[in-house]
């Protein structure tokens, strides 16, 4: 039962560029979450998409935006990039429709930003 | 606004002594909460999780506290390893998001 795979592991990108994050939830999951997470920092909620539209949206600016398609795998994509953004970018799916229930996980993408 | 907080941040035990992390969480419609554990280079690892009409639970070698009187949660930890070793964060739910704290590191020496 495979759980939640993020790619790439690791991306260096230059000011002003733009990036796309990729993100597969766990089998069963049809819901995801995505989260930015500074070094010695928690993790910060970013947004989360359900039926392939952002349904929750935390406080990070418009240069953030995602998607999410039919097989429930979803894409960050972060344009403008600033020496700010460098972060580990973590992703966390669940099942909707059950409350309660602990968001899963996967390793993340370390960004940075030159 | 309303956040989650950590009391502690570095927490060093002996291996096979207890370990208590503590939490507060400020934000009163918080209605399940959750601790991680996150591993160097990895992403946060569920280990237990408890809703707002309870006071405690216990999984295996761990058990959480919640007291919503002081809005205070815990992780108490028997028998600490070195594999348990790791950055431990509690996260508040509200509205189907994750609130995280800053997190603890706990050290377990030999």
């Known amino acids: 039962d495979a759980g939640v795979t993020q790619s790439p592991t690791h991306l260096i990108k230059t000011r002003g560029q733009q990036v796309t994050l990729r993100c597969s939830p766990k089998?069963?999951?049809?819901?995801v979450s995505w989260y930015q997470q500074a070094l010695g920092q928690g993790p910060q909620f970013i947004f989360q998409?359900?039926?392939?539209?952002?349904?929750q949206r935390g406080n990070f600016p418009d240069r953030f935006s995602g998607h999410q398609f039919p097989n429930y795998s979803s894409e960050l994509n972060v344009n403008a990039l600033l020496l700010g953004d460098s972060a580990l970018y973590l992703c966390?799916?669940?099942?909707?429709?059950?409350?309660?229930?602990?968001?899963?996980f996967g390793d993340g993408t370390r960004l940075s930003i030159l | 606004g309303e956040s989650v907080g950590l009391h502690l941040p570095t927490l060093s035990v002996q291996e096979g002594d207890n370990s208590i992390i503590n939490c507060a969480y400020s934000?009163?419609?918080?209605?399940?909460f959750i601790w991680y554990k996150q591993e160097s280079g990895k992403g946060p690892q569920f280990i237990i999780d408890?809703?707002?009409?309870?006071d405690k639970r216990q999984g295996q070698r761990v058990t959480v506290l919640l007291n919503k009187t002081v809005k205070h949660l815990s992780l108490q930890i028997a028998a600490t390893q070195p594999g348990d070793s790791a950055v431990y964060f509690c996260?508040?739910?509200?509205?189907?998001?994750?609130?995280f704290g800053k997190g603890t590191m706990l050290l377990v020496s030999p």
């Open positions: 996260a508040e739910k509200v509205y189907s998001t994750l609130t």
């Open positions: 998409y359900y039926e392939e539209e952002e349904r």
């Open positions: 089998s069963g999951h049809d819901t």
């Open positions: 408890i809703r707002s009409n309870m």
């Open positions: 966390a799916s669940s099942l909707k429709g059950i409350s309660n229930q602990p968001q899963h």
């Open positions: 934000n009163s419609a918080s209605d399940y």
